[in-house]
């Protein structure tokens, strides 16, 4: 038993493609350390409607297979069949990120991530060219 | 550092149609406040297997599209082509949620819900017409 | 107020085929009895990017439609179809997790997991045949 501690910080990304897959695990790792917690939870989301962050295997040959099912679930084009695209074109990019997700949430266990033997933690740009932020929150003790 | 506090709340809802989509922050927001926790997570899920809670954009062209993306998905009719439906007809509902999501945890950070400039969290109703919740839980300190 | 505790503890499945729901609610619940926490959270993950914790029903009906509802939107085979089966034959695993969910926050109220009426969580295995992990963490007081 101990008092609980927070810690914040933003991951501030531009993704010079519209879609890409970013491993971030090293920055989550580097926050779980400057926060101090050694036992807790670890959120970590996208502030953006348009991304994800989720987790899953740093494979090239299954990156390209998320992008192609993403395609076939949640086609970019043609721009007109979304209704939301009335003077933007992203449409596609919230439906992607809802199949992605928002968020992972990881346990924190003696001062680290506690992760599975491949688990790694992306950020999924789906409408990028600009700078977009993650957050990530931890509080423990 | 400090001591942990929580605080527990239920949203009710009564959608009158059978799908719709609701925006709860300003409920949550006030869950948030009524809590006391400046710093830490606030859960906010579904209690019915049915129904989502999830983070997106309020923009009503957007939400035509999640509507007709999930009727492509897991589309409601004919109610027979699921072995739910003995009984029941709302199997697609469960598999919308399960797209859509059950729940989202926020960072609470100043006493505030830590969000990017478009967030907002939604309520997804797929089987209204009846009395149904969403729980708050909000830790920290 | 009171001072913030943690719990960590692993549950291991070995599934004799490829694909099968398991409700693991009893574990989890236990977990939580012996964690000693009233108030706080409690994550539970698989530790396998193959593999999905998620809450639903537990009715065989919806099962089966969640079966072929998955298979209908990220097929097994043909295996050739994927980028990642070289060598590997789970592509198909990865995607169906990625729709089903990594992990599940649960609130814990007066020492129990805080659940609507029909919330059951489940271990959704889509490459078994082997040992695989669940990881249960809970904060709170």
């Known amino acids: 038993m101990a008092a609980m501690k927070s810690h914040r910080q933003e991951l501030?990304?531009?993704?010079?493609?519209?879609?890409?897959?970013l491993d971030i695990t090293p920055q989550v790792e580097a926050?779980?350390?400057?926060?101090?917690?050694?036992?807790?939870?670890?959120?970590?989301?996208?502030?953006?409607?348009?991304?994800?962050v989720?987790?899953?295997?740093?494979e090239p040959g299954l990156?390209?297979?998320?992008e192609a099912w993403l395609e076939k679930l949640a086609p970019e084009k043609p721009h007109s069949q979304y209704r939301h695209n009335v003077g933007e074109d992203n449409a596609d990019a919230h439906l992607k990120r809802t199949?992605?997700?928002?968020?992972?949430?990881?346990?924190?266990?003696a001062g680290?991530?506690?992760f599975g033997p491949w688990e790694r933690i992306f950020?999924?740009?789906?409408d990028g060219r600009r700078?977009?932020?993650?957050?990530?929150k931890i509080i423990g003790e």
Chains 1, 2, 3 share one sequence.
């Open 12 to 21: 501030w990304f531009e993704v010079p493609q519209r879609r890409q897959l």
């Open 31 to 52: 926050a779980v350390k400057d926060s101090g917690v050694l036992e807790g939870l670890c959120l970590v989301n996208a502030m953006h409607i348009s991304a994800s």
């Open 54 to 58: 989720f987790i899953n295997d740093n």
């Open 63 to 66: 990156h390209q297979d998320f």
């Open 99 to 109: 199949i992605m997700g928002r968020e992972v949430v990881v346990a924190v266990t």
């Open 112 to 114: 680290r991530l506690d």
């Open 123 to 126: 950020y999924g740009e789906f």
């Open 131 to 136: 700078r977009k932020r993650v957050l990530v």
